[in-house]
């Protein structure tokens, strides 16, 4: 069943998304060559508590795996759910950095991908699509449209320049939970789905490869990565949905 919030609860939702804005502003500062992605995770998880949060993404079970991080840290061909580690960032790598918290018992998701240093054309192209993509999505989160009219924008976009879209992982609604009613493809055909209505919170994830949409998880058992090794990107906003259209909870604007 889709929740639908008060506007108090979206008020709630915008305060635990404003402290996911404000680290992923602090950690996209940090990234560059010879840094550790475990130097992420850690400046997060401080970040985290002194602002009075809870991490999200630490210790969530999906079975029998427990995610051991408080930040997803996924990098150049690691689509999403990559495990902060001593990897050092070289220049010319991208990384995607998805991250979370729980705050007065709500929760906020958002994802940015950043470049390491310089990077090539090819990877610049990538992450603007995906961008254009998430920018697009959100633009459909409206009342009376409906759930396929999101993945259907994304799917033309990013398949227009020749990229594949994931569809192993999908964006969900967020509340009280971090993964909720409605499952949001980045895929789909326009007019079919569920209707949009105020008060629903989303987060919208487009999930775009450079190559085939194929997936494979590595034996960690969480970091998903493209099948044919090229790049990926991933960009996340959690976003409400009003009468005047759609609330970027998670903007650091």
């Not at 500062?29 to 602002?51: F, S």
């Not at 709500?106 to 940015?112: C, G």
């Not at 993945?151 to 994931?166: D, F, L, P």
């Not at 991933?234 to 005047?244: G, N, P």
């Amino acid at each position: 069943m889709i929740e639908i919030k008060s506007r108090s609860e979206v008020e709630s939702m915008r305060r635990a998304s404003g402290v996911v804005a404000e680290i992923l502003v602090e950690l996209v500062e940090m990234v560059r060559p010879g840094l550790t992605t475990a130097a992420l995770d850690a400046t997060a998880e401080a970040r985290i508590a002194r602002l009075g949060a809870k991490p999200a993404f630490k210790n969530y079970r999906v079975g029998d795996s427990i995610f051991p991080a408080v930040l997803c840290t996924s990098v150049n061909e690691e689509i999403v759910h990559g495990i902060p580690s001593g990897r050092t960032l070289a220049e010319g790598d991208i990384i995607g950095l998805d991250f979370g918290v729980i705050y007065e018992g709500y929760y906020a998701d958002s994802a940015v991908t950043v470049p390491v240093g310089r990077i090539d054309p090819r990877s610049e192209r990538l992450i603007a699509t995906t961008r254009r993509c998430l920018d697009a999505a959100i633009e459909q989160l409206r009342p009376g449209r409906r759930i396929g009219d999101v993945g259907a924008v994304v799917q033309a976009i990013a398949e227009a320049e020749g990229y594949g879209v994931v569809r192993d992982f999908v964006g969900h609604g967020i509340g009280r939970a971090l993964h909720e009613d409605p499952q949001v493809p980045n895929f789909g055909i326009a007019g079919r789905g569920r209707s949009l209505k105020p008060g629903m919170v989303l987060a919208v994830e487009p999930m775009i490869n450079e190559g085939t949409p194929a997936v494979r998880v590595l034996s960690d058992g969480w970091t998903a990565v493209t099948a044919d090794g090229k790049r990926s990107a991933h960009f996340e906003h959690t976003v409400a949905i009003t009468e005047d259209g759609p609330w970027v909870l998670t903007s650091a604007n």
